[in-house]
């Protein structure tokens, strides 16, 4: 078992990335090119934040970690069908994702427009399929609905339009803090609501609280993210800063100013240790999570 | 009621579009631009094939049309999304659907991909949330399992995919029946899928049957369309014929001739209406529909 948190996190990695493996479709089976490129952008990189955060919440209320496994693989192959989709020419036109070649440039733009349906079409069938999930239907029904929320224009794929249009637009802090909520927050509260989803024994009260929590490591990862790229070392971070200035992008610290951010980023962070109260030693996993993603450098 | 089967039709095509437009998100919720190309590319349009297939097995198998609405929009609504990514530039590149411009054309290509993506979502997510399906969740949640696995790689984006790569590629049987299984069948299966799924009474040879039914028209469908292609009168198709010898496409015709693909939608045809003896009078809108589909010059 892994005693430190930093062991833990790669020993989700690893769980993440197996789980990942199997319910991609193998190259060898037709069209091979396709899932080929599903498997290039899914596999072989990321921090697996989403996944670990549903991990963790299964400790926090008495599940173990394998049976969210297909939820918390639903909500990263979601997150990774996003980012194929936001690589696009038509979109961000970005040729490098991780130090690799983005799915678009390793494969085609044709290629890389299907494997991210696929990968949102594989997300809600392995809810529907997966074995170690609680067997209880209303359960994976509950899992599909709460990922369909996540994912579409009142979650993910909206925020992802708000930001297209704010673009060199005037500065609102009610705007940004919508884009964020939905552009990032939203898969990063599924992965938790997701896990909370699968323990029916979960009172409205601890669901409340972890929905807190969720909500508010979501909006501080994504204003930690806007201050990172003014203020972070390229270094660390492994790409180039200022791509949200060049790219006209409105962030939180252009609205409020940098200190004002850092200082609501503390804020956030305080609030999601004070939610996970009520939990004790069984959050702590969440508590680790909170202090890596809120302070993290890179 | 309507007595004709041409009044039906019309009389579905009504439902499913007052459907359609209450499932939507209203344009006057943000964000509006997606809401909005999202509304263009579903709503008034299109023959609406695939809920008509649904309502049709419904009657066949003593459920009401009501009960299986939400099935037939959710096979629509990923038709519509992938009728939007078909057409991007990247793709089939095409400016005109059903005599309008294409999504990208009319908003801009963001916008469309972001559209596809955000009702293939709503496709899942409203056969969670509505309230005239069956109650049981496990109903539901095959409903949901039943479309991923008609709309993923083993399905319609694994069809696309092929046909991307057939393009200028030499003839096989073997090839174009499984691109056209996958890329319109399936979708086309699926319709009366859902539909039987929403019958827990119906038997296994039932079910065999309708999947027979099912599989032959999907084929039949396509072959023909094939065909029109090639044979079909501009003026009553609406579009220019000969697209696909023009873009190298991989048709049925092109592999075995046209004389031996009619005969192959002639005996598809009447493979359709033998799987359907089982139904008697039940099926009528059913072998109704199988002429329409396969006997249809535009």
């Known amino acids: 078992m892994p005693t430190s948190f930093a062991e833990c996190l790669n020993h989700w990695q690893a769980v993440t990335e197996t789980a990942l493996n199997g319910y991609l479709p193998p190259t060898s089976q037709s069209p091979s090119r396709l899932h080929d490129a599903m498997r290039y952008s899914v596999l072989g990189g990321g921090k697996r934040?989403?996944?670990a955060l549903a991990y963790a919440t299964a400790e926090a209320i008495g599940l173990t970690p394998s049976s969210v496994i297909a939820a918390a693989c639903a909500v990263e192959l979601i997150h990774a069908y996003s980012?194929?989709?936001?690589?696009?020419?038509?979109?961000?036109d970005d040729d490098l994702r991780r130090g690799r070649p983005?799915?678009?440039?390793?494969?085609?733009?044709?290629?890389?427009?299907?494997?991210?349906d696929a990968l949102q079409t594989l997300a809600?069938?392995?809810?529907?399929?997966?074995?170690?999930?609680?067997?209880d239907p209303a359960i994976k029904l509950a899992l599909v609905?709460?990922?369909?929320?996540?994912?579409?224009?009142?979650g993910m794929a909206g925020g992802q339009a708000l930001d297209l249009a704010a673009e060199g637009q005037a500065a609102d802090l009610a705007t940004i803090t919508d884009i964020h909520a939905r552009k990032t927050g939203?898969?990063?509260?599924?992965?938790v609501l997701l896990a909370a989803a699968c323990q029916p024994k979960l009172s409205a009260a601890c669901s409340a609280a972890l929905d807190r929590y969720a909500r508010g490591v979501g909006l501080a990862f994504q204003i930690q993210d806007d201050l990172l790229d003014i203020e972070g070392d390229p270094a660390l971070l492994g790409k180039a800063t200022g791509a949200d200035q060049a790219l006209q992008k409105l962030t939180y610290p252009a609205v409020v100013g940098v200190q004002a951010a850092h200082a609501k980023v503390a804020a956030l962070h305080q609030e999601t240790l004070d939610a996970l109260s009520p939990f004790g030693a069984?959050?702590?996993?969440?508590r680790e999570l909170a202090n890596w993603l809120v302070l993290r450098q890179h």
Do not use: W, Y
């Not at 609905?145 to 009142?154: C, W």
């Not at 069984?282 to 969440?286: C, E, G, R, V």
């Open 49 to 51: 934040v989403r996944p």
């Open 83 to 92: 980012l194929i989709h936001d690589d696009l020419p038509a979109m961000d």
């Open 102 to 116: 983005t799915c678009h440039k390793a494969f085609d733009e044709a290629t890389a427009v299907l494997a991210g």
């Open 124 to 135: 809600f069938e392995i809810l529907t399929t997966d074995t170690q999930l609680p067997a």
């Open 145 to 154: 609905r709460l990922l369909a929320e996540a994912t579409g224009t009142a």
């Open 186 to 191: 939203a898969l990063i509260r599924a992965s």
């Open 282 to 286: 069984k959050a702590n996993a969440l």
